[in-house]
């Protein structure tokens, strides 16, 4: 068979999610907005002597250097969306930097936990007047960013089915599943959803302590928010872990391939689906079959699932037919 034959058959491994670049792009303003806003409080604290301001700024750091996680990976998958080194493509490398955030999360979720049991137990005097115009610039900021970073959509794009034996499947429209979501883009909205959170609390506990003289409000506020944002951590350990070690993203589709291929006395022998990327799913699939048809038969039956993005089909006749 001459190579211009075999270049017919053959197909690249693109499965980034559909909104990739807009994705990418709204995490850089939100990267920039926090930047300012950090630089702003750190340096206003140093000059006005309010250790406040600085807390809040340095607090405020560990979220963009998450956030800068998320952006970087968001460049290097597409970037190297095309590399032959990555047998699937780059797509899962979003959730790789989303379950790094989640980490990341988790760390800060006990450092503010820690913190506030210490101030509960040995309160210090709180500066109202600095601290409150701080958590409320701190909490518009947050919830600008949170804003930015929502999810307009989790359908992915149709994709261009291929004939040969590793065909891209066309997704059907429908509604969309987990598996399409864009996990690094959630754990850069859930860095900035805790800041909110934990500004909101604070502004509570600031708003309590100065007009009720209840300072221990201040503390308690950054439990809670510490117990918030370590169930949020968890939620993402959960669901980008869960990708990393390919488990099986959705029953629906599972249950859609198998009722297809098993007809006419066909049977599967094998079934292994797993993410490849946001709103991508890949399939190998072994069938056992009395009356064996060529793979391409096979994978017309799955073209309207949606999501099955790419299909290796096994076709084994059983013994004696």
Same mark, same amino acid.
């Given at each position: ?60 750091? &560990? ?18 969306? !095309? ?6 493509? &780059? ?8 379950? &790094? ?45 949170? $804003? ?12 261009? #089915? ?12 429908? !509604? ?33 302590? !100065?007009?009720?003289?209840?300072? $221990? ?56 689906? $797993? ?30 699932? !949606?999501?099955?993005?790419?299909? &290796?089909?096994?076709?084994? #006749?059983?013994?004696?037919?």
């Amino acid at each position: 068979m001459h190579s211009q034959s075999v270049d017919a058959f053959r197909h690249d491994h693109f499965f980034l999610g559909a909104d990739h670049d807009r994705n990418e792009r709204k995490t850089r303003i939100v990267i920039i907005l926090c930047g300012v806003m950090m630089l702003a409080e750190i340096v206003g604290g140093a000059l006005f002597g309010s250790m406040a301001l600085i807390a809040d700024g340095l607090h405020m750091s &560990t979220h963009a250097a998450a956030l800068l996680i998320a952006a970087l990976a968001y460049v290097y998958a597409r970037r190297h969306a !095309r590399d032959e080194r990555f047998v699937f493509g &780059t797509g899962k490398l979003g959730d790789l930097a989303a379950f &790094t955030s989640a980490i990341i999360l988790a760390l800060i979720a006990l450092l503010i936990g820690w913190e506030s049991v210490g101030r509960l137990l040995r309160p210090v005097p709180i500066a109202f007047d600095e601290a409150i115009p701080v958590a409320v610039l701190g909490l518009a900021v947050n919830l600008t960013s949170a $804003w930015l970073l929502r999810d307009e959509h989790d359908h992915a794009a149709p994709l261009r #089915p291929h004939d040969d034996d590793h065909a891209h499947v066309r997704p059907a429209s429908g !509604r969309a599943h987990a598996h399409h979501r864009d996990l690094n883009l959630r754990a850069a909205y859930v860095h900035v959803l805790a800041d909110a959170a934990v500004s909101l609390l604070a502004v509570t506990g600031l708003l309590a302590g !100065r007009q009720l003289g209840w300072i $221990w409000m201040d503390p308690l506020m950054g439990i809670a928010g510490a117990c918030v944002i370590a169930n949020w951590s968890w939620g993402l350990v959960r669901a980008a872990g869960a990708v990393l070690l390919d488990l099986r993203p959705d029953a629906a589709l599972a249950a859609g391939v198998r009722e297809r291929l098993e007809r006419n006395g066909d049977r599967l022998a094998d079934l292994h689906l $797993w993410r490849i990327g946001p709103g991508h799913a890949a399939a190998i699939v072994s069938i056992v079959s009395d009356r064996p048809e060529p793979p391409s038969r096979y994978k017309a039956l799955l073209a309207d699932l !949606r999501g099955l993005s790419h299909v &290796t089909i096994e076709v084994v #006749p059983c013994p004696g037919h």
